[in-house]
């Protein structure tokens, strides 16, 4: 039987219209569940309607509930930072605002879990999974919504596996920290003088005058950290560019030097 601390944690976006039947759907969870160490995390992030008031307004009374506010929209990326940040519990379970998952489910999916099961995932399109009291037209709309994701992930997934593993680690760092500038620059002011030592560690080896000069022009390129303000996405993208180019560059200078 479970019996370890969890957290519950809700993302909402101008959500005010479903507060009320998720309030409804809580309680009779929370009176399922029936855990000593249960805390409620719902983070607004950066609603434009009334939904951190009518959050305050129907939780004031509910114990181990907490509400945090982002100032602007900080999307999925925000809110696991958010969770990840403000939770102590052994356990966190992720739960849409609209209820479309029963949080009813919740203590069934607790008692799967054991020694050799750290994650439980509830998901309609298991075999033995079935949706409830959801719109065809919804379900439409999920279901194409899903065939896309699937199809955006395998593609990802297929770029992913050919990454060398300071690609990966970049694209890791990027991932946790995209609205963590302060860290990024740090991150980036210890793998661009990595890159530049790497580059020119190739350049020695290269017997061609043009492509010396070509490696050292590149290497001068790369941007000063002092001057950034936003790491973006396209300095990203450059970075993920010169690891392929130092890959390459170690093939070539390997089969020109055997």
């Known amino acids: ?5 969890l957290t519950i944690a809700v993302p909402l976006y101008n959500e005010s219209e479903t507060i009320d039947y998720m309030k409804e759907r809580l309680i009779e969870a929370i ?3 029936n855990l000593p160490n249960l805390n409620i995390l719902f983070v607004d992030d ?3 309607d009334n939904t951190f008031d009518l959050l305050t307004e129907k939780f004031f009374d509910f114990k181990n509930v907490e509400i945090i506010r982002h100032n602007k929209n900080k999307n ?16 966190v379970v992720f739960l849409d ?6 949080p009813i489910y919740i203590a ?5 879990i054991s020694p050799d099961i750290d994650i439980i995932n509830g998901s309609p399109y298991h075999p033995e999974g079935d949706v409830e009291g959801v719109k065809r037209g919804r379900l439409l709309v999920s279901n194409g919504a899903n065939m896309l994701y699937k199809l955006l992930v395998d593609k990802f997934n297929e770029k992913y596996s050919v990454l060398n ?14 609205n963590d500038t302060a860290s990024m620059k740090e991150y980036f002011s210890t793998v661009i003088p990595t890159i530049k030592s790497q580059l020119s560690e190739q350049k020695s080896l290269i017997t061609d005058k043009v492509t010396k000069i070509k490696v050292e022009r590149l290497s001068e390129m790369l941007c000063n ?3 950034i303000n936003n790491i973006k996405e396209s300095h990203i993208l450059t970075l993920l560019r010169y690891f392929d180019l130092i890959k390459e560059l170690k093939e070539v200078n390997k089969w020109d030097h055997f």
Do not use: A, P, R, W
Not at 84 to 90: A, G, L, Q, R
Not at 97 to 102: A, G, K, L, P, Q
Not at 108 to 112: A, K, P, Q, S, T
């Open 31 to 33: 009176e399922k569940i």
């Open 46 to 48: 950066g609603s434009t």
């Open 225 to 227: 950290v002092e001057t």
């Open 165 to 178: 593993e300071s690609q990966k680690d970049l694209l890791n760092k990027y991932i946790t920290h995209v």
């Open 108 to 112: 069934d999916m607790l008692n799967l």
């Open 1 to 5: 039987m479970f019996n370890s601390s």
């Open 76 to 91: 999925l990326n925000g809110f696991l930072i958010t969770v990840i940040n403000n939770c102590d519990t052994e356990f």
């Open 97 to 102: 605002s609209d209820c479309t998952f029963d």
